[in-house]
Nanobody
Framework: QVQLVESGGGLVQTGGSLRLSCAAS????????MGWFRQAPGKEREFVAA????????YYADSVKGRFTISRDNARNTVYLQMNSLKPEDTAVYCC????????????WGQGTQVTVSS
């Protein structure tokens, strides 16, 4: 069982930045693919970004490409999401997830952290 705890959310103005963190309890954190997802009110959950085991490969949704950066620190069992040039449409609850299989199927989920971007 892997527990994931997100932090770093908050209220920011359009054009601002936030960095989200996700701390994992897994002893073998480096074996997990890590992803970030978000869900806005009244909308389905959507993929934001993913990073493979060593951090060499990353993937992004088109809507955040060039603005968001996913990274990981395997020594700290933590994955990050640096969000720059934030827009009101980025407002959502952001969750991290861990997978043993692929960037499309996740086994463990965090509770999420709220990000609100004011216009």
């Amino acid at each position: 069982q892997v527990q994931l705890v997100e932090s770093g959310g908050g209220l920011v103005q359009t054009g601002g930045s936030l960095r989200l963190s996700c701390a994992a309890s897994a002893r073998t954190f480096s074996r997990y693919i890590m992803g970030w997802f978000r869900q806005a009110p009244g909308k389905e959950r959507e993929f934001v970004a993913a990073i493979l085991w060593s951090g060499d490969s990353t993937y992004y949704a088109d809507s955040v490409k060039g603005r968001f950066t996913i990274s990981r620190d395997n020594a700290r069992n933590t994955v990050y999401l640096q969000m720059n040039s934030l827009k009101p449409e980025d407002t959502a609850v952001y969750c991290c997830a861990a997978s043993t299989r692929s960037t499309r199927e996740y086994d463990y989920w965090g509770q999420g952290t709220q990000v609100t971007v004011s216009s």
